[in-house]
């Protein structure tokens, strides 16, 4: 009888450990930018700086686009994006937030709406905590349940195990410091039922611990410069490090088909990264793959201003988009990674 008792409670221990065990599905989202506006849809240029349309050039962007100097509210344009982003591999977009009621907020309807037309999913990135010039946690709490009351329970927000996600920026990681972070993401949990799912954009044990995922938004930094070689051998080792770091959080590692952002007036010298005919954006998938990650961002869809789009341009043509449907195809074929104890 003893023995049986054991038996019942080893097979009750193995049954509670199991349920710990999550499998996080693959995801291949891109950054996105709904900024961009135009005379003939919002009335003025929105971002776009000093178009010239004879000549195909635009002061504020590295590249011109095959679809011109468009604008975001712009339901065709957006509407090619998904067409494209979906042909590509790509399962969502994570949209640049800045702030209730602004011009981006104002294109979030949209953007829903034809994600969920599509099969596609979208998040948003948290570019800035309020106020401006003085940034409090209160701000950030506010922020985020006006967007989960607002749009958190559209089938077409992306969700992990049925908790809407957020992307965290870095540069609100720094206006109000972890210890903020970890204030904000106990209050908007205790006050949205169910609660939600954050990613930072940090890579350090210290932010896997507060945050439920993290990444970083650009490699840039790191990657200036380097030839293939190089770009491959800092790959495989900063994508192993990023799991690794991860440890049972959502690990997400970034791409990028290059970097630009010359046209732009920034301090010189600027962190190019050469795309390599193709050859920068092909390496760091394949050693993305190789590393196993749960998710794969792309930095990004249409960055125009830093050169870094993957959306088709005149002097890029599409292929980034035809590279990202190899190797997105190839990444989510992945079985998932299971995390906590079997």
């Known amino acids: 009888m003893r023995f049986r008792l054991i ?28 900024w961009y506006g135009n005379p003939t849809v919002s009335g003025k240029w929105v971002h776009w700086k000093d178009v010239d349309e004879g000549n195909k050039t635009i002061a504020s962007s590295t590249h011109w686009p095959k679809l011109g100097p468009y604008d975001s509210h712009d339901p065709k344009v957006v509407d090619q ?11 969502g977009f994570i949209v640049s937030w800045w702030r209730q009621g602004d011009f981006h907020d104002e294109g979030m309807p949209l953007m829903l709406e ?5 099969g596609m999913k979208i998040t948003i990135y948290y570019e800035t905590v309020p106020p401006r010039g003085d940034p409090k946690p209160e ?3 506010n922020d985020l349940l006006y967007l989960l009351n607002k749009y958190g329970k559209h089938k077409a927000w992306l ?9 965290i920026y870095g540069r609100t990681l720094n206006e109000i410091k972890l210890e903020g972070w970890k204030q904000v993401i106990a209050e908007v949990n205790s006050k949205y039922p169910g609660g939600a799912v954050f990613i930072g954009d940090r890579i350090s044990e210290e932010a896997a611990r507060i945050f439920d995922g993290i990444h970083t938004y650009n490699v840039t930094g790191r990657t200036k ?28 590692v970034t791409v990028i088909p290059g970097y630009d952002d010359h046209k732009l007036g920034r301090p010189e010298p600027r962190p190019i990264t050469s795309r390599h005919d193709g050859e920068t954006y092909r390496i760091l998938w394949e ?11 792309i930095t990004s869809w249409n960055e125009w201003h830093e050169g870094s789009e993957i959306e088709p341009s005149l002097e890029d043509g599409d292929r980034a988009l035809q590279q990202t449907e190899q190797f997105a195809r190839r990444f989510l074929k992945l079985p998932p990674r299971k995390v906590g104890q079997p």
Request: a positive charge; glycine letters at 8%.
């Open 7 to 34: 038996a019942v409670a080893l097979s009750t221990v193995v049954v509670a450990c199991g349920a710990a065990t999550t499998a996080i599905p693959k995801q291949v989202l891109a950054f996105y930018y709904g």
């Open 81 to 91: 994006h998904f067409r494209w982003a979906k042909k590509a591999g790509l399962t």
């Open 114 to 118: 034809t994600a969920g037309k599509h």
């Open 139 to 141: 701000g950030a709490v």
């Open 159 to 167: 969700t992990f195990q049925g908790k809407p996600v957020f992307f």
């Open 225 to 252: 410069g380097m030839t293939p070689e190089q770009l491959r051998t800092w790959a495989r080792d900063y994508y192993a490090m990023t799991v690794k770091t991860a440890g049972d959080k959502i690990a997400a």
């Open 287 to 297: 050693e993305a793959i190789a590393a196993k990650p749960d998710w794969v961002l």
